[in-house]
């Protein structure tokens, strides 16, 4: 069963920077787009990035543009979030998912989902 496994969150300073790693088991990885979302204490999960399946389409909330890069090795069946200069509200849970990439922007239950990383952003 392909699975996706999120890693690297933890706690970072404001102005600080994370890298966040989704990686699937299985080889169809490189077929499919990929996203990430978060979900603060009290709030809807919202989308933060997705990058189409080789990557020639991506798409930034306006909250993270110019700060978070998504990217993605598929030889390695992997997906990236790199988050610099990090805010309080960059504070949520971080869940990547997979699948069509209507569904994933969407963030839609039919997309393969991780079991989410936790990124504390606090002095």
């Known amino acids: 069963q392909v699975q996706l496994v999120e890693s690297g969150g933890g706690l970072a300073q404001p102005g600080g920077s994370l890298r966040l790693s989704c990686t699937a088991s299985?080889?169809?990885?490189?077929?499919?787009?990929v996203g990430w979302h978060r979900q603060a204490p009290g709030k809807q999960r919202e989308l933060v990035a997705a990058?189409?399946?080789?990557?020639?389409?991506?798409n930034y909330s306006d909250s993270v543009k110019g700060r978070f890069t998504i990217s993605r090795d598929n030889a390695k069946s992997t997906a990236y979030l790199q988050m610099n200069n990090l805010e309080h509200n960059d504070t949520a849970i971080y869940y990547c998912n997979s699948g069509r990439w209507k569904e994933v922007l969407n963030g839609d239950d039919s997309t393969l989902w991780g079991q989410g990383t936790q990124v504390t952003v606090s002095s």
């Open positions: 990058l189409s399946n080789y990557g020639g389409t991506i």
């Open positions: 299985g080889s169809l990885f490189k077929l499919f787009a």
